[in-house]
């Protein structure tokens, strides 16, 4: 016993002379109904003084735990759904520019200017004024 330190020796001593009593207290039917009963009115209190508070709450227009519980799980749903409609846009977005890019007409690197009917001609005129005349 030199080597265990002291705490050690009160303990193993209380734990032997108390385990076995608080062995049998706890497994017999009177503590489990003890607990049983004990938890029934801790779950009654709590329901009551959360009850109690989002009525004072309401009361004075304010948010009770159960409405931000109940906005956040809108919110929640809200994201999923965004989310959904995010992917189905770029799903679409890829399919349109599939589609685009295999009916556009291919490009020409050096393509002709547009010809016109009639030619056009800058002429000069004095500063400040611009005119575009007919060639003939």
Same mark, same amino acid.
């Given at each position: 016993?030199?080597?265990?330190? #002291?705490?050690?020796? *009160?303990?193993?001593? *209380? #734990? +032997? !002379? $108390? +385990?076995?009593? $608080?062995?049998?207290?706890? +497994?017999?039917? +009177?503590?489990? !109904? #003890?607990? !049983?009963v004990a938890e029934a009115v801790r779950a009654r209190a709590a329901s009551e003084l959360q009850r109690s508070s989002r009525r004072f709450l309401h009361a004075w227009n304010l948010p009770a735990g159960t409405d931000v519980a109940m906005l956040r799980q809108e919110v929640g749903a809200l994201n999923r759904e965004l989310r959904a409609l995010a992917r189905r846009v770029e799903d679409l977005q890829g399919e349109l520019d599939r589609v685009a890019a295999a009916t556009a007409p291919p490009s020409t690197p050096d393509a002709p200017e547009r010809v016109t009917d009639e030619p056009q001609a800058t002429v000069a005129v004095p500063e400040g004024e611009t005119s575009t005349r007919q060639a003939s």
């Amino acid at each position: 016993m030199a080597d265990k330190p #002291a705490w050690r020796v *009160v303990y193993d001593q *209380v #734990a +032997g !002379e $108390l +385990g076995p009593r $608080l062995t049998d207290v706890t +497994g017999s039917d +009177g503590f489990a !109904e #003890a607990v !049983e009963v004990a938890e029934a009115v801790r779950a009654r209190a709590a329901s009551e003084l959360q009850r109690s508070s989002r009525r004072f709450l309401h009361a004075w227009n304010l948010p009770a735990g159960t409405d931000v519980a109940m906005l956040r799980q809108e919110v929640g749903a809200l994201n999923r759904e965004l989310r959904a409609l995010a992917r189905r846009v770029e799903d679409l977005q890829g399919e349109l520019d599939r589609v685009a890019a295999a009916t556009a007409p291919p490009s020409t690197p050096d393509a002709p200017e547009r010809v016109t009917d009639e030619p056009q001609a800058t002429v000069a005129v004095p500063e400040g004024e611009t005119s575009t005349r007919q060639a003939s």
